[in-house]
Structures are given as structure tokens and as C-alpha cells.
């Protein structure tokens, strides 16, 4: 066997310029420059290989010899040491990548899947507000349980919906970091979620007006007012929401059936084509009352431009102290369905724009019960406004 350690720190600083053994192939190259660097020298698959162990004496004796067992260790498993070093630091280097980098990087790929490509930013948002601004610095394969604990904590409970979202996304961006081939924990989410426990919150749902209020209320609306008019269609035409009837265009009516597009609608792209809303006498009516207002073809202008905002139907009912939102109504139309309407679950959940059914049952489904809808939205108009038998 050949001597090691033959080396001593003193007689290493004192050697001249030249090549010095220390045993086992580690070899101290001292230059004319009186810069020094220590080789290790080894034989790989019957190929020589020559394999730097860092400057001399920021790197010491000692510390040279422990690196050189572990390399003729590999060596010995049959491993070229200099490639199992540069893998190693390539995989170093891959997995410094920040979670903020990751996470808008799963965004950008994501975003065909969004509604409007994300431009809401109702995606991203739980992760820039409470996430990204405590660990968004820290490479992803460094993230456990305990650090996505400690930074949804404070909102667990207070803001739990906001919180789940953001567990859900941090989720989604470390299965990312996977795709990407980074070591990241996939189960740091899943763990997280356990040590955070059961949340203690209470759905807060919209409140709605009681369905046998509702036609009282409808009657005092002001027929000639914007804002009450939109209010009137949008609880006869109780399958919208708030956005497509604000945008409203006479483009959008065809005989008595509005073609509410589908990027207006409440669903992912590519989700769901456009939803043709049946459109009762009295819908007919309201829109007929509406179109001296309209301007550049929607039905429901503000007052400087574009069309009137989210909030302007809610504060109609606010300022009449009522509890209930225009939201609401959506609930108020679903109870009557059951309590008095007859109507069957699948009908009135299409009525009101929910999926139903699971994935393999809506491929199959061809029809969007627009006959069916058509005579109970007349029927909801009839008692609405009070004309019903």
C-alpha cells in the first residue's frame, strides 16, 4: 500500500515551486507565483483523472485528505469523481431556485386554464399577499411544513377561505418545482395542513331576500332609472351574475334569448360555451325600457362611461337598509323552486348556471334544458311581478 500523509503543514509552505506527494494520488502544485493548489490524482475506467481540491493553504492538509477519501471513495464504487462533483453542483445550482420565481413561473403556465388568463389576478393573489413576502426569498427545496405553518397561521382562522387558497397555490407551485426536476417536499403542503389543524370558521353566506319578498321589492323599482332597471333584470334573469348583465349588449339578444358569451361568464376557459338565458315577457320588457339609455350597444351605461360598476346594485339596496344583496337572489329563485315552483333539481340548478352532473355525464349531455327553463323563468317572471294566476 502505498505511504500517505507524507506531508507536514510546514515543509508544504516552506517547498519550492514544484510537485509534491502527499500519498494516494493527492499531489500539493506549488507555482512560480507562490500560488498553490492540491490535485488529486486518480484512475477512472482506465482513464487518468486529474481532479482540483481547492488552493493551498485556504484549503489545509487535513481538510484536503478528507476530500480526497471521499473521492477515491467513489473511485472505488466505480464513479468518475469529477462527474459525480459537477452533477452534484448542477444539482445544487437547479435547486437554488427561489419560490417566488417557481410560483410565477407555474402562474405564466397556468394561465390558459384562467379565466381571462388571470388578468383578475384572483389566482396569484393569495400567494403575493401571504405567502411570496416571507418565503418567497428561500429556495423551494428548503420549504417545509413548518415554514408554510408559521406564515399561514395568522390568517387560518380570521381569513380562513383566503388561507385555503393560498395552501391549495403554494401546493400547486411546489408540484411545479417537481416538473422542473427540483427536490422539493410534495408532502410539505399536506403536513402543513395537519400541524394547522381544523379551521374554526363559519361560512358567511350572502344573504338574500326571503322569495315571498321578493315581488314587493321588485314593484317599488323605478322603471325608469338605469340601475333599478339592471336590478329588475337581473332578478328575472336569475341565471346571471352581476358582470354579464352589466355588460349587456344588444348583440347579445336574439329574439327572446340572450347569449351571455362565455368569458363573461363564471367558468374557466374553455370550461363552458356560451349560456343562452330564456328571456320572459317581462325580461323583454325591461330590456325594451332600457334602450333609450343604452350607449355604444350596452344596455346599462354609467353615468361618464363604461357601464355601471360592480357596487352600484348593491348600494341601491343598501340605501333601502335592506340586509339582502342583488346576489341573493340567486338563492331566493333556488328556494322558491323548491317550495313552490315543482321544479325538477336538474332544471333549476341549469337555470341558475350550475354544472350538472360529473365530468363523464356533462360530455355526454347535448342539451341545456332551454325549453324547460324557458316555461319556469316565465313562471318566476309571472309571480315576480305579480301577474301569475
Given at each position: 500500500?502505498?505511504?500517505?500523509?507524507?506531508?507536514?503543514?510546514?515543509?508544504?509552505?516552506?517547498?519550492?515551486?514544484?510537485?509534491?506527494?502527499?500519498?494516494?494520488?493527492?499531489?500539493?502544485?506549488?507555482?512560480?507565483?507562490?500560488?498553490?493548489?492540491?490535485?488529486?490524482?486518480?484512475?477512472v475506467h482506465g482513464r487518468r483523472r486529474e481532479m482540483g481540491l481547492?488552493?493551498?493553504?485556504?484549503?489545509?492538509?487535513?481538510?484536503?485528505?478528507?476530500?480526497?477519501?471521499?473521492?477515491?471513495?467513489?473511485?472505488?464504487?466505480?464513479?468518475?469523481?469529477?462527474?459525480?462533483?459537477?452533477?452534484?453542483?448542477?444539482?445544487?445550482?437547479?435547486?437554488?431556485?427561489?419560490?417566488?420565481?417557481?410560483?410565477?413561473?407555474?402562474?405564466?403556465?397556468r394561465k390558459a386554464e384562467l379565466k381571462e388568463d388571470g388578468k383578475?389576478?384572483?389566482?396569484?393573489?393569495?400567494?403575493?399577499?401571504?405567502?411570496?413576502?416571507?418565503?418567497?426569498?428561500?429556495?423551494?427545496?428548503?420549504?417545509?411544513?413548518?415554514?408554510?405553518?408559521?406564515?399561514?397561521?395568522?390568517?387560518?382562522?380570521?381569513?380562513?377561505?383566503?388561507?385555503?387558497?393560498?395552501?391549495?397555490?403554494?401546493?400547486?407551485?411546489?408540484?411545479?418545482?417537481?416538473?422542473?426536476?427540483?427536490?422539493?417536499?410534495?408532502?410539505?403542503?399536506?403536513?402543513?395542513?395537519?400541524?394547522?389543524?381544523?379551521?374554526?370558521?363559519?361560512?358567511?353566506?350572502?344573504?338574500?331576500?326571503?322569495?315571498?319578498?321578493?315581488?314587493?321589492?321588485?314593484?317599488?323599482?323605478?322603471?325608469?332609472?338605469?340601475?333599478?332597471?339592471a336590478l329588475k333584470l337581473l332578478i328575472l334573469t336569475i341565471g346571471?351574475?352581476?358582470?354579464?348583465?352589466?355588460?349587456?349588449?344588444?348583440?347579445?339578444?336574439?329574439?327572446?334569448?340572450?347569449?351571455?358569451?362565455?368569458?363573461?361568464?363564471?367558468?374557466?376557459?374553455?370550461?363552458?360555451?356560451?349560456?343562452?338565458?330564456?328571456?320572459?315577457?317581462?325580461?323583454?320588457?325591461?330590456?325594451?325600457?332600457?334602450?333609450?339609455?343604452?350607449?355604444?350597444?350596452?344596455?346599462?351605461?354609467?353615468?361618464?362611461?363604461?357601464?355601471?360598476?360592480?357596487?352600484?346594485?348593491?348600494?341601491?339596496?343598501?340605501?333601502?337598509?335592506?340586509?339582502?344583496?342583488?346576489?341573493?337572489?340567486?338563492?331566493?329563485?333556488?328556494?322558491?323552486?323548491?317550495?313552490?315552483?315543482?321544479?325538477?333539481?336538474?332544471?333549476?340548478?341549469?337555470?341558475?348556471?350550475?354544472?350538472?352532473?360529473?365530468?363523464?355525464?356533462?360530455?355526454?349531455?347535448?342539451?341545456?334544458?332551454?325549453?324547460?327553463?324557458?316555461?319556469?323563468?316565465?313562471?318566476?317572471?309571472?309571480?315576480?311581478?305579480?301577474?301569475?294566476?
Amino acid at each position: 500500500m502505498r505511504a500517505l500523509h507524507k506531508l507536514s503543514f510546514a515543509r508544504a509552505r516552506a517547498a519550492a515551486p514544484g510537485k509534491y506527494s502527499d500519498g494516494g494520488g493527492l499531489w500539493l502544485f506549488k507555482r512560480q507565483d507562490g500560488g498553490a493548489q492540491w490535485i488529486l490524482r486518480v484512475t477512472v475506467h482506465g482513464r487518468r483523472r486529474e481532479m482540483g481540491l481547492g488552493r493551498f493553504p485556504e484549503v489545509s492538509i487535513q481538510e484536503a485528505r478528507v476530500e480526497a477519501d471521499k473521492w477515491r471513495a467513489e473511485v472505488r464504487a466505480g464513479r468518475d469523481p469529477i462527474k459525480v462533483r459537477e452533477r452534484r453542483r448542477r444539482d445544487a445550482k437547479i435547486n437554488l431556485y427561489l419560490l417566488e420565481d417557481i410560483a410565477r413561473d407555474c402562474f405564466e403556465a397556468r394561465k390558459a386554464e384562467l379565466k381571462e388568463d388571470g388578468k383578475a389576478g384572483r389566482w396569484f393573489s393569495p400567494l403575493e399577499l401571504h405567502v411570496l413576502p416571507k418565503l418567497g426569498k428561500i429556495p423551494i427545496a428548503e420549504i417545509d411544513q413548518r415554514d408554510i405553518r408559521d406564515v399561514l397561521k395568522p390568517i387560518w382562522h380570521s381569513k380562513a377561505a383566503t388561507a385555503k387558497k393560498a395552501l391549495e397555490r403554494l401546493s400547486v407551485c411546489i408540484e411545479h418545482g417537481a416538473a422542473l426536476g427540483l427536490d422539493v417536499d410534495l408532502q410539505a403542503p399536506r403536513k402543513a395542513r395537519a400541524l394547522l389543524g381544523a379551521q374554526r370558521h363559519t361560512v358567511a353566506h350572502i344573504p338574500f331576500m326571503p322569495w315571498q319578498d321578493v315581488p314587493g321589492f321588485f314593484k317599488s323599482l323605478d322603471p325608469d332609472s338605469v340601475a333599478h332597471l339592471a336590478l329588475k333584470l337581473l332578478i328575472l334573469t336569475i341565471g346571471t351574475r352581476s358582470k354579464p348583465l352589466r355588460f349587456l349588449h344588444l348583440d347579445h339578444i336574439q329574439d327572446d334569448v340572450w347569449n351571455v358569451p362565455g368569458e363573461l361568464m363564471k367558468s374557466r376557459p374553455g370550461a363552458a360555451a356560451d349560456f343562452r338565458v330564456p328571456l320572459s315577457r317581462q325580461a323583454l320588457s325591461v330590456i325594451e325600457r332600457a334602450q333609450p339609455f343604452q350607449r355604444d350597444g350596452f344596455l346599462f351605461p354609467s353615468a361618464r362611461k363604461g357601464v355601471i360598476s360592480d357596487a352600484t346594485m348593491a348600494r341601491l339596496m343598501e340605501r333601502r337598509g335592506l340586509e339582502a344583496r342583488p346576489h341573493g337572489f340567486r338563492s331566493s329563485f333556488r328556494v322558491w323552486c323548491s317550495e313552490v315552483g315543482d321544479v325538477t333539481w336538474e332544471v333549476a340548478e341549469t337555470c341558475i348556471a350550475h354544472s350538472t352532473g360529473n365530468k363523464v355525464e356533462r360530455s355526454y349531455k347535448r342539451t341545456d334544458l332551454l325549453e324547460q327553463r324557458r316555461e319556469v323563468m316565465q313562471r318566476w317572471a309571472d309571480f315576480v311581478d305579480g301577474s301569475e294566476p
